[in-house]
């Protein structure tokens, strides 16, 4: 099979790779489409380490059930389309026996462990508790947009978001648009995004959602005026002290913000902000199977916004220069799919 091997900082290869064979218990997926994910991006420039040279990433995906292993239950159909949960937990642990494999110790995860079999690729072994079927009549290029959504709907999950609550996204790319999705799927009607970047905002306001440009003033009074008050509940799809100074700034006492953005491995946080104010800060990482497999439902209902998610779409033999054209800051994309069909 073709596969786009991982070289090294800005090096990404089109090459042959032996074929994957599923082993008990394993599904073998054609692949359909593959989302670049920032996380590949900042692994392809070397930037956080974690993608290894010789090794094959993608972890947003879909495609059709192409064999099953032995020992693999009847829910799954050679040919049916379907996304993968990429977060494999090891199974046996109470975590994994709650379904929060996010928290699994021994947890690995497809597109990101060299040893996982995974998605720039035109196959892929996947084990068959982590495929999630889709109905036929949903466009297939939707699965792939299942994993970043959940990771938006874990976070607003995370922030216990309300219907009464004004919620506020700092960052508007892929993950800051799916946090604001999620927001409405829970309800809440109030929904601001703020983004430097003029195409995105464009994005986030055909969404539905406020955009504010946190360079055209005081954050806290641009969010004030988008929400009619400050928020209730931050979601910082960014992750760096300043999208964090900017969260505290523009909510209100007791508020929650969630960090679901790794910009940044160190923070300095204002303690007061925390302590006097009391504001909580709520982890998220990942999403545990059941907020996948819903996100998945979601996904099948066709809600309004979906078609805007997909920015471009690229050839298999045209995913080096995607790649590189993103490192470059080259496009100003939401999400870029790598298709893998010939
Ligand atoms: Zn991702
Ligand atoms: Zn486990």
Known sequence: ???LVFHGPDDLRVEEAPDPVPAAGEVLLEIVATGICGSDLHGYTGENGRRHPGQIMGHETVGRIAALGEAVGEDLTVGAPAT???????GACPQCGAGSEQHCARRRVIGVDPALSSAFAEYMTVPARNVVPLPPEVPIEYGALVEPLAVGYHAAVRGRTAPEDRVLVVGGGPIG????????????????????SA?????????GFA???????????????????????????VGSSGSLAGAFAASERAARVVLVGMGAPDVSLSAYAISTDERSVIGSFCY???????????VATLPAGLEHLIDDRVAFDAGPKAFAELAAGGLDASKILVLTGR
Do not use: H, K
Not at 177 to 196: H, I, K, W
């Open 1 to 3: 099979m073709r596969a």
């Open 288 to 298: 545990p199977s059941e907020e996948f497999r819903r996100t998945a439902e979601w």
């Open 211 to 237: 955009a504010v440009d946190p360079s055209r003033g005081d954050l806290a009074e641009l969010v004030g005026e988008a929400l009619g008050g400050p928020a209730t509940v931050v979601i910082d799809a």
């Open 177 to 196: 648009q799916a946090c604001a999705l999620a927001a409405r799927r829970l309800g809440a009607a109030r929904v601001a995004v703020s983004e430097l």
């Open 199 to 207: 195409g995105r905002r464009d994005l986030v306001t055909a969404l």
């Open 84 to 90: 993968v949960n990429p977060v494999i937990g090891c």
